[in-house]
């Protein structure tokens, strides 16, 4: 045995072993680190570890086996031991064990005693550099993100397409209902559908880390879904897995693709517990015409809402137990009534018995079914009075609870928000929908119109423009811009694009409305008495001379969709404001009632409280005029304080201060909105009747004229004669 210790030492086995441990030992923290720094996954560094391990028996053979001479490497038993050197290299290998051992120890020192960062206050457990922890927090927030993209149709029958989808979108609302988990809106994520991008390109236009895709291929009744998880920045596959199964057990697929996806994201990301997801079951034909039916939903059109409208009736005669489908068919039913933002004529009472039918079996047979419960906001939010606003906020605040992947949800709470005239509320659940879901169309223009209110028309343009290249040619983006033009007096301009929205897309209610204000704009009351939407033909018939019409139609608004402000503006306008007043009082008891039922909406000021105020003055009720111009500058001031900076706000701060007899006041708000391109009858208080006081001051004379100039610059541009006072 000391023979042979000594030969292993002659032979310098030991020196080597300890210099290659030593070595290894450096070798590994370097690639730690710097396998670490570049993201590589775990199994590399074990990797190399072990690789490293393997190497230490190897380099002990080598030791043994072989020697270094003066002609090179050789095997030791062809050595003459008379010739050999391993003294000579016994040495070198002390000052390279020496050497290594220094670069050990200094790295050690380094590790353990300095600072990584000298700046006051870092130290400790602290010394990681603020960078660092900067960049670590905001990768830590930027990875808990992912897009479902559409899985692709692999079938042979193309008419699976919905099928395909609707697996796609199921999984989607699955992931929305994780905690602190950004997840790309449907209509963002489905826009790349069929386009084979980059995913890099897909992850930074949607703001996501990673992505989910995969393919459903049907045949027979059978389906196999293939699901992979990717990392946007290097494509990395975190996870992917097939599944092979009988069709009447696609709900069971869905659940456990939905919940193998969140392990995989627990994993990754999230780092929480995550409860599992159960889809809600039904007949398979039935479940197959509810997907259809909400593809053609997401249409927004009035013919393909209404074919989904017959798909779900279709559904239900199957399953007449299933909720989903009653919620999607009372939305269905309210998308098909008549009116702005609306896709249908059905009237309106028949639309409220429908869809509370619909909606009340929804309910009923789940009562925690986030569909249901947008159903009813949206309901609520069909109602006409204050009350019903508040409603519509509670049920779709408890609808996102439920499901916070529901765009349409969002969008209604930001309707509803605007109808009890909270802008600011809106603001924050707008920012929130564009941020999860950009191509959302219904949201564009609700998004854009808070913009505007803000006075950020520049922030409104940059949004159009970068989502312009993602849908081309459409009628919401140019419907938008049209609006935007409008804002800021560009009349011509957005006359065009709404031309142009409108020829795109017939039926879109709200692009007709957009024209509609570019003609008033430039007074062409001709043609919008004929074209005009919502309350706008009365305005036209009464500047046409054709006040009996004007008071008909007026009349009619108010009846028959609760319109008391277009009322109310008509009768002071042609100098009835004792029959305004008479028409209040016998139907409020007193102006809380009538605020309760309208309140102020959006952010353009208290319209009907200050009609009320101007009526009241004129029949001499001191007492109630004052009560409406209080409650109106409570709100106006509230909405300037908010930072609403749009011109019919401060046209009714003008109004305001005009009926509290403080004319210089006046005066500066009405300069504020013709110079921010208000424009108006050319004789201004045939609009703005509470103005009156200020006709004859040369200032107001001089800012009517500024006025009729700028509209009469944009009639030119749209090939029509000027006008004059």
């Known amino acids: 045995m000391a023979g042979l210790f000594d030969e292993l030492k002659r032979r310098n086995v030991f020196k080597v072993g300890a210099a290659y441990v030593v070595m290894a030992w450096l070798l590994a923290q370097g690639v730690d680190v710097f396998l670490e720094n570049f993201g590589a996954p775990d199994w590399v560094i074990k990797t190399t570890l072990l690789l490293l391990v393997a190497g230490f028996p190897l380099a002990l053979f080598f030791a043994w086996a072989f020697e270094l001479t003066p002609e090179g490497i050789k095997k030791e038993k062809d050595v003459d031991r008379s010739q050999s050197i391993t003294h000579e290299t016994g040495r070198k290998l002390d000052f390279v064990i020496i050497g290594i051992l220094l670069l050990a120890l200094t790295y050690f020192a380094i590790d353990k005693f300095v600072p990584g960062d000298d700046r006051p206050g870092v130290t400790g457990e602290d010394a990681v550099s603020v960078e660092q922890q900067a960049s670590s927090a905001a990768a830590e927030a930027g990875t808990k993100s992912i897009a479902v993209l559409p899985f692709v149709n692999m079938s042979e029958d193309a008419g699976n397409e919905f099928f395909s989808d609707g697996i796609s979108e199921e999984i989607l609302n699955a992931l929305a209902k994780v905690h602190d988990l950004k ?104 479940y197959e015409l509810y997907l259809l039916a909400k593809q053609r939903m997401y249409e927004r059109t009035g013919p393909t809402i209404q074919a989904a409208a017959d798909l779900l009736d279709r559904a239900l005669a199957i399953d007449p137990a299933y909720a989903p489908a009653y919620a999607q068919r009372a939305i269905a039913t309210m998308l098909l009534a008549e009116g702005s933002g609306s896709y249908g004529n059905l009237p309106r009472e028949q639309v409220l018995s429908q869809s509370s039918l619909y909606l009340d079996k929804a309910l009923e047979l789940d009562p925690e079914l986030g569909e249901a419960w947008a159903a009813k906001g949206l309901y609520h939010l069909n109602g006409l009075t204050g009350a019903d606003a508040l409603q519509a906020i509670e049920a779709l605040e408890k609808a996102l609870v439920l499901n916070p992947a529901q765009i349409d949800a969002s969008n209604w709470l930001n309707n509803a928000l605007m109808a009890i005239g909270r802008p600011d509320r809106a603001r924050e659940v707008v920012n929130s929908m564009v941020e999860r879901d950009p191509l959302y169309r219904p949201g564009i223009r609700n998004a854009i119109n808070n913009y505007i ?273």
């Not at 997840?183 to 991008?197: D, E, L, P």
């Not at 990395?236 to 392990?263: C, K, M, P, T, V």
């Not at 409020?588 to 009241?616: I, K, N, Q, S």
């Not at 208080?685 to 009469?712: C, K, S, T, Y």
Request: charged share 25%; net charge negative; proline share 3%.
């Open 453 to 725: 209110f803000f006075g950020e028309q520049e922030k409104a343009l940059a949004h159009l423009e970068r989502i312009r290249p993602l849908i081309p040619n459409d009628a919401v983006i140019q419907s938008s811009m049209a609006g935007i033009y409008n804002s800021l007096g560009e009349a011509a301009k957005a006359q065009q694009m709404a031309e142009a929205a409108v020829a795109l897309q017939p039926s879109n209610s709200v692009a007709r409305l957009t024209l509609s204000f570019a003609l008033a704009n430039t007074l062409q009351y001709e043609r919008l008495a004929s074209e005009g939407e919502e309350w706008l033909p009365v305005i036209a018939l009464q500047h046409l001379g054709r006040v009996e019409e004007a008071s008909l139609l007026a009349l009619k608004r108010a009846e028959e969709v609760a319109d008391v402000g277009t009322l109310f503006a008509f009768l002071n306008t042609a100098g009835r404001s004792p029959e305004l007043v008479s028409y209040l009082e016998e139907r409020w008891p007193d102006l809380d009632a009538l605020r309760a039922d309208f309140p102020p909406y959006a952010g353009l000021g208290d319209f009907l409280m200050l009609d009320v105020a101007l009526a009241y003055q004129r029949t001499g009720n001191q007492a109630r005029y004052e009560q409406a111009l209080a409650m109106a500058a409570e709100v106006q001031d509230g909405l300037e304080a908010a930072g609403v900076n749009f011109f019919l706000l401060w046209m009714n701060q003008a109004s305001r201060w005009a009926l509290a007899g403080d004319l210089e006041k006046s005066l500066v708000y009405l300069d504020r909105a013709i110079s921010q391109g208000l424009t108006a009858n050319t004789r201004i208080v045939r609009d703005w009747p509470a103005l009156e006081p200020l006709e004859g001051d040369p200032r107001f004379e001089a800012m009517q004229q500024r006025m009729i100039e700028h509209i009469n610059s944009e009639r030119q541009k749209l090939g029509l004669e000027p006008v004059s006072t």
């Open 183 to 286: 997840v790309a809106g449907r209509t963002s994520s489905f826009a790349f559908k069929g386009q084979n991008q980059d995913l890099r390109v897909i992850g930074e236009a949607l703001g996501v880390d990673h992505i989910l895709e995969g393919s459903v291929r049907k045949a027979g009744n059978t389906v196999r879904v293939t699901a992979q998880l990717i990392q946007v920045d290097d494509g990395f596959h975190l996870w992917s897995e097939s599944y092979d199964r009988e069709l009447n057990d696609i709900f069971a697929i869905q659940d456990e693709i939905a919940g193998a996806i969140l392990e995989q994201l627990k994993t990754h990301l999230i780092g929480e517990e995550i409860t599992g997801i159960v889809a809600t079951r039904t007949n398979t034909e039935a």
